[in-house]
């Protein structure tokens, strides 16, 4: 019996859309968490920092800035192609949390990167003045609440959520659901404020990625 056209193109589709997902998540795992590291690495986490490090090193904070939004057009394709994915089993109420809690996390995360923008332009407006002042300790603080204790519970709301739909769904193997929710929980429940924190999120990303990509290529060798 031939095999129509609708049916090649449906199962290309069905090879594709997991594929792209993989790919998404794994360039936003890896543009996210260099973004994270250069900022971790140059900015002092202690709450006394004076803004010492905005002499000799804001010139790599600037450049993990300039990484985000590339990390966060990744993320928004890996949300977009992980709910085509679901496709008819996808149930309204859990992905309306996944949905609307990375768009939060998406937007807190600029939000944040916007403030730590503002702190180096206003520092080479002052001609290094402006980390004397109240502004900077201002800035710096509401930086580092937004994406370390904000947004980071925002991630874990949308691992939580996610990690239902799969139980719901079975498209995901059981470790790696339980895998979801045991860092779901962390993130939502650690009241650290360490920057280190926020790699779980795009750690996990990678993983599912890789996950999804592995299976993928399982899947078309078969379909061969």
Do not use: C, H
Request: net charge positive.
């Amino acid at each position: 019996m031939a095999i129509s056209q609708e049916t090649i193109d449906l199962t290309n589709r069905r090879l594709k859309t997991p594929r792209a997902a993989a790919i998404a998540g794994i360039l936003f795992a890896m543009l996210f968490s260099t973004s994270i590291v250069l900022i971790r690495l140059s900015i002092p986490s202690g709450p006394g920092d004076q803004g010492a490090w905005l002499e000799n090193q804001a010139s790599r904070v600037s450049l993990a800035l300039s990484l985000f939004p590339f990390a966060g057009i990744a993320f928004l394709w890996f949300i977009g192609v992980i709910r085509d994915l679901l496709g008819e089993y996808e149930d309204r109420f859990f992905s309306t949390v996944f949905f609307g809690s990375g768009l939060l996390f998406l937007g807190m995360t600029f939000g944040a990167a916007a403030i730590a923008g503002g702190i180096l332009v206003s520092y080479s407006v002052d001609l290094g003045t402006f980390s004397q002042g109240g502004a900077y300790t201002i800035g710096r603080a509401v930086m580092y609440q937004i994406s370390n204790v904000y947004g980071i519970r925002m991630a874990g709301v949308f691992m939580l959520s996610l990690g239902t739909i799969w139980v719901r769904t079975q498209l995901m193997p059981r470790p790696l659901i339980l895998l979801t929710y045991g860092v779901a929980l962390v993130m939502l429940l650690s009241i650290s404020l360490s920057l280190w924190m926020t790699l779980i999120f795009p750690g996990w990303v990678f993983a599912v990625s890789v996950y999804i990509l592995i299976r993928n290529y399982s899947s078309s060798q078969q379909s061969l």
